[in-house]
C-alpha cells in the first residue's frame, strides 16, 4: 500500500491524459483522411468529416496550450472556437444527410443547415474580434481557459438545442431503416451521436475554476472523458465508412481495418513511446533523445510485424460467413498472370532451352486474333546468317506449319528448329517455339528430349492459362459497370426502399446520368470513366456492340453518334454561332486539344469556354438519351 501511496497520481493521469489527447487528435486527422479519400461521393460522409473537422481542431488547440503561458495560450483558445462554433452546424448537417439517404427530404431542414452555419460563423467573428462571447483567460491547475462573455449564455442554449434537433432527426433515421443492417449502422452512428459535442464544448466556461475539484478528480474526469469521446468517435467513423464507397460491405471493413492498424494504432503507439523516452533520460546512460530514436524504430517495426502476423486471425473475425470464397479470391488474385509475369517465364523457360541445347538463340510466337506475333525473344534473331527477320512471321498461314516438312515433332524452317503450341484440350495451335538449329536437322539426345518436353509443356500451359485469363478479363470488363451499378444500388436501398431500384434497369431516370456523359466524354481516349461508365448499360451501346465488339469502342462509337447529331448543315466555321458546341466537343473531347488551344481556336476566353463546355454536354446527354429512347421503341414497338 505504501508504494500506492507514493505514486504522483496526478502526473500520472495528467500523462494518460496528454496520451489520450494525442490518440484523440491522430485519430480524428486520419478519420477525416479516410473518409474523405473512400467517402467523399456521400453527403454523409461530407458532414461528418466537418464533424471530423471540429474535434480536431478543439483537441489540437488543447495539446497546444499544455504547458503554454497564458499570453498564448489565449490566442490558441480563441482559435479552438473555429471547432466549438461550427459544431452545432455539422451535428444538424449530419443528421439531415442521414434523413435524406432515407428518401426523407425536407426544404425547411436544408435552410436551417445553412442558417445554423452562419451563424456559427457569427459566433466565430465575435469570438476572434469582440470579448462578447468570451474574454479574458485565466491558469488553475496546469488547465488554461477563457470566461464566459454576455453572449455565451445564448450560444448555450443554442449548442443543446441544435444538437439535441440533431440527435432526434438521427432517432427518425433509424425508424425509417428498412433493413437490419442500415438499422444497426444507425444504431451505432445514434449511441455514439453525442461524444464529438461532449469532447468539444468548452464546460470550463461554466464551471468556472478547475482547481475548486480535487486535482485527482479532474484528470481522472479528463482522461475518462477523452476514452469514451475517441471509442465514440472510432464508431461513428465505422457506421459512416459504409456510405457512398461502390464496393461489397467486406471490402470496407477490411480497407478500415487495415488503414486502422497501419495508421493511426501505429501513430499513437509512436506517441506513447515519444512520450515514455523523453521523461526516462539518463536510462541506461543513454540521453533522452537516442531513446526516442531507437524507440520510434522499434515501434513502427512491432506494429508493421503484428499487423502481418495477425492477418490471419483479422480476416477470419471480417470474414467469417464468407471464408472459403474469399480464400478462393485471394488464391486467384495470386496466381494470375500479369504481361510482366508471362514474359519472365517464358524467358526463364527458353533461356533454360538454350542452355539444355546449347543453341543462342530461341523464340516463342503467339497467334492472337488470326495474327502471329512475336512474344519472347532468347538471344538475338539476327545471331544467325541467313535467318528472315522476325516481320517474316506475319506472312506465316493461320496454321503455320502446314506446308513444312516435318522432322519428327519440329518443322525445319529458315534455320530454326520450330515446334507448334498447342492447347491441352483441343489440340489448337497457339503459337510457335522456335530454336536456332545447331544441326540442319534436329538430333537430340534422350535426356535431352525428356527435358525439352517438359520445358514445352510449361510454356503451353503458361499460354493457355494466359488466354483463359485474358477471356476473364474481358468479361469482368463488360461486368464492371454493372457490378458497380448494383453495388451503388445495394448501399441505397437498404435506406430509400424500393424507390431506390426505380433506375435499376432505367439510366435515363438515374439524376447522375448528365454527370456519366461528362465523365464518359472527358476518359473518350481510355480511363476507368469510360471503361467503367454506367453508361455501357445503355442498348443503344449493347446494339453497337455487334459492330464494335467492345464495349468500350461501342460506347465510344455512341458517344461520337450523338456528338454528330449536333454538327449543324453547311460548311463548317469557327466563328458562327451555330456551330459553336460541336467545335467545343470536337476540339475538347474528339481531338483532344488543350483548353487554351480551343478557347484561341474558338476566339473565347478560358471562362466562356467552360460555361459553354457545360451546355454542349447537356445537348450531348439528350442526344445520348433520344439515341437511347429510339432504340428501346425499335425494340418494342408499341402495341396496337
Not at 457512398?244 to 509512436?270: E, N, S, Y
Not at 508493421?304 to 472459403?324: A, F, H
Amino acid at each position: 500500500m505504501g508504494g500506492l501511496a507514493s505514486v504522483d497520481w496526478v502526473g500520472l493521469l495528467a500523462l494518460i491524459n496528454a496520451v489520450f489527447n494525442s490518440g484523440i487528435v491522430i485519430l480524428a486527422f486520419a478519420l477525416l483522411i479516410y473518409i474523405l479519400i473512400y467517402n467523399f461521393r456521400s453527403d454523409v460522409a461530407r458532414s461528418f468529416s466537418t464533424l471530423l473537422l471540429c474535434v480536431l481542431v478543439v483537441y489540437f488547440v488543447d495539446l497546444a496550450v499544455a504547458g503554454a503561458k497564458l499570453e498564448a495560450a489565449i490566442r490558441w483558445l480563441r482559435l479552438q472556437w473555429v471547432g466549438i462554433a461550427f459544431a452545432p452546424a455539422a451535428y444538424l448537417h449530419l443528421s439531415d444527410a442521414l434523413l435524406q439517404m432515407t428518401n426523407d427530404r425536407s426544404r425547411a431542414r436544408t435552410i436551417a443547415v445553412r442558417v445554423t452555419y452562419a451563424v456559427g460563423g457569427l459566433i466565430l467573428l465575435g469570438v476572434a474580434f469582440t470579448d462578447w462571447v468570451v474574454w479574458d483567460g485565466l491558469q488553475a491547475a496546469g488547465v488554461a481557459h477563457m470566461r464566459a462573455g454576455p453572449l455565451f449564455w445564448g450560444f448555450l442554449p443554442y449548442f443543446v438545442v441544435t444538437v439535441g434537433w440533431g440527435g432526434i432527426n438521427v432517432i427518425k433515421a433509424w425508424l425509417r431503416c428498412l433493413t437490419s443492417t442500415s438499422r444497426r449502422r444507425l444504431t451505432y452512428l445514434a449511441l455514439a451521436f453525442a461524444a464529438p459535442a461532449a469532447g468539444v464544448f468548452p464546460y470550463l466556461l461554466i464551471t468556472g475554476r478547475p482547481d475548486q475539484l480535487p486535482g485527482v478528480v479532474l484528470w481522472l474526469l479528463l482522461v475518462v472523458s477523452n476514452l469514451a469521446v475517441g471509442v465514440m468517435l472510432l464508431v461513428m467513423a465505422y457506421a459512416v465508412a459504409f456510405f457512398g464507397p461502390l464496393t461489397p460491405d467486406r471490402v470496407v471493413k477490411h480497407r478500415f481495418v487495415r488503414f486502422l492498424l497501419r495508421g493511426p494504432v501505429q501513430a499513437i503507439v509512436v506517441v506513447m513511446v515519444v512520450i515514455a523516452a523523453a521523461r526516462t533520460d539518463g536510462f541506461l546512460g543513454l540521453p533522452s533523445l537516442r531513446l526516442t530514436l531507437f524507440g520510434v524504430v522499434i515501434a513502427i517495426l512491432l506494429v508493421q510485424l503484428g499487423v502481418e502476423l495477425g492477418k490471419p486471425i483479422i480476416d477470419r473475425l471480417l470474414y467469417q460467413q464468407d471464408r472459403s470464397e474469399i480464400a478462393r479470391i485471394q488464391s486467384l488474385s495470386n496466381r494470375l498472370l500479369t504481361t510482366t509475369d508471362l514474359y519472365q517465364f517464358l524467358e526463364n523457360v527458353l533461356t533454360a532451352m538454350c542452355d539444355l541445347l546449347r543453341t543462342s538463340t530461341a523464340f516463342i510466337a503467339v497467334i492472337d486474333g488470326g495474327e502471329i506475333r512475336l512474344e519472347v525473344v532468347c538471344g538475338s534473331l539476327e545471331s544467325i546468317p541467313g535467318l528472315m527477320p522476325p516481320q517474316a512471321l506475319d506472312e506465316m498461314t493461320q496454321d503455320p506449319l502446314v506446308n513444312l516438312k516435318p522432322h519428327g515433332q519440329f518443322f525445319v524452317w529458315n534455320g530454326y528448329w520450330v515446334r507448334p503450341l498447342r492447347t491441352r484440350a483441343d489440340e489448337k495451335v497457339i503459337g510457335i517455339l522456335g530454336l536456332g538449329a545447331r544441326t540442319p536437322e534436329p538430333d537430340m539426345s534422350e535426356e535431352e528430349t525428356e527435358w525439352f518436353a517438359r520445358l514445352t509443356l510449361q510454356i503451353e500451359a503458361a499460354l493457355e492459362d494466359r488466354i483463359i485469363q485474358q477471356a476473364l478479363f474481358d468479361a469482368l470488363e463488360r461486368m464492371i459497370p454493372q457490378i458497380e451499378d448494383i453495388q451503388r444500388r445495394r448501399g441505397v436501398v437498404r435506406y430509400e426502399g424500393p424507390s431506390a431500384l426505380t433506375g435499376l434497369a432505367d439510366p435515363l431516370t438515374d439524376s447522375d446520368f448528365h454527370h456519366w456523359v461528362r465523365d464518359a466524354l472527358s476518359h473518350y481516349w481510355g480511363g476507368p470513366k469510360l471503361t467503367r461508365s454506367p453508361l455501357l448499360n445503355l442498348r443503344v451501346v449493347e446494339r453497337a456492340l455487334q459492330e464494335h465488339g467492345n464495349p468500350v469502342n461501342a460506347l465510344r462509337a455512341v458517344l461520337q453518334s450523338a456528338i454528330e447529331q449536333l454538327r449543324p448543315e453547311g460548311n463548317r466555321s469557327m466563328t458562327a454561332a451555330e456551330w459553336l458546341l460541336y467545335n467545343i466537343l470536337e476540339l475538347k473531347f474528339l481531338k483532344r486539344y488543350r483548353v487554351r488551344d480551343v478557347a484561341m481556336r474558338l476566339a473565347m476566353s478560358e471562362s466562356d469556354l467552360y460555361r459553354k463546355q457545360r451546355v454542349a454536354i447537356e445537348e450531348v446527354a439528350r442526344a445520348l438519351a433520344s439515341m437511347e429512347r429510339e432504340e428501346r421503341e425499335t425494340e418494342s414497338p408499341p402495341l396496337v
